[in-house]
């Protein structure tokens, strides 16, 4: 199994992942926080797609799949390519209300769908590229996937935490 390989494995869970955290879960359910000011299940899958979204689309010099379509307002928000959620506070996070299960999943599908047709396009040596230079060591573009994996796993793992409360 070469490097490709298992970026591909990683990825290919999280589809899942989504699934069973969000399906059949009703707006209302979806919007649902264990506390004030806590995250819900449908502003964690919202957060880890934005997530890989922003990441992929400037690792390949296109256009987020956010802003493309419909995207922004079937979660209640404007289309802003820096809102990803990082640093939400508890007002922010309870302004994504995603319109539907099915609305999350379609999103996170897509940006999936991306992201696995660019790493089918990439040699081994591109995952030694480097992509950002603002930490030390510099990431790399496997190392910047690596990350991804990493937060949607995190925040699939959340959502369901969440969904087991509910």
Not at 18 to 41: E, K
Not at 55 to 68: C, F
């Amino acid at each position: 199994m070469n490097a490709k390989d298992i970026l591909t494995e990683g990825l290919g869970r999280i589809p899942d992942l989504v699934h069973t955290a969000v399906h059949d879960l009703t707006p209302d359910q979806l919007r649902w926080s264990p506390a004030p000011g806590a995250n819900s299940i449908g502003w964690l899958v919202w957060h880890l797609t934005r997530v890989q979204d922003d990441h992929v689309a400037d690792l390949i010099g296109d256009e987020q799949i956010y802003l493309t379509g419909d995207w922004a307002p079937r979660f209640g928000l404007k289309a802003d390519p820096s809102d990803t959620g990082y640093g939400h506070r508890p007002n922010q996070i309870t302004q994504v209300v995603p319109e539907s299960a099915q609305v999350l999943e379609d999103y996170y599908r897509a940006v999936h769908e991306r992201t696995l047709s660019y790493i089918a396009g990439l040699s081994e040596a591109d995952l030694d590229r480097v992509v950002d230079t603002a930490w030390d060591p510099p990431v790399t573009l496997g190392v910047r996937l690596v990350s991804v994996i990493d937060d949607d796993a995190q925040h699939a793992g959340q959502a369901a935490y969440v969904r087991g409360l509910l």
